[in-house]
């Protein structure tokens, strides 16, 4: 995918997310400095995501998932999809093993204590 689509793809996609504050589930705003069950914030996505937090339970990342298109060509994203089993067994979904499932929400830019 030459340079300019992928960019162009990666904004088109984070524009398809849900109209909140840019795609953020407000499960995540409402309890920043606190903690979160992983069921309560899976919930808040259509589709099944991949949940990483790190050693100390924080969350790190939510990774979605996208199917492939085709359009003149070239491969873009199409339509949000569950995360196959490697995302959903792998290390991009670890806090139901790692922290049992509950999750802290640190405020961006500082670290947790």
Do not use: H
Request: charged letters at 30%; proline letters at 5%; one cysteine or more.
């Amino acid at each position: 995918m030459p340079p300019k689509l992928y960019f162009e793809e990666a904004m088109r996609t984070m524009l398809m997310l849900p109209r909140t504050d840019r795609g953020t589930p407000a499960v995540i705003k409402d309890n920043i400095g606190g903690e979160v069950q992983s069921s309560e914030l899976r919930k808040a996505y259509t589709k099944e995501v991949g949940i990483k937090v790190n050693d100390k339970c924080v969350l790190e990342e939510i990774t979605s998932c996208w199917s492939k298109a085709q359009k003149n060509g070239f491969e873009k994203v199409g339509e949000q999809i569950d995360c196959p089993d490697y995302i959903m067994k792998g290390f991009r979904n670890n806090c139901d093993k790692k922290c049992k499932g509950l999750i802290k929400i640190s405020k961006l830019g500082t670290c947790p204590v």
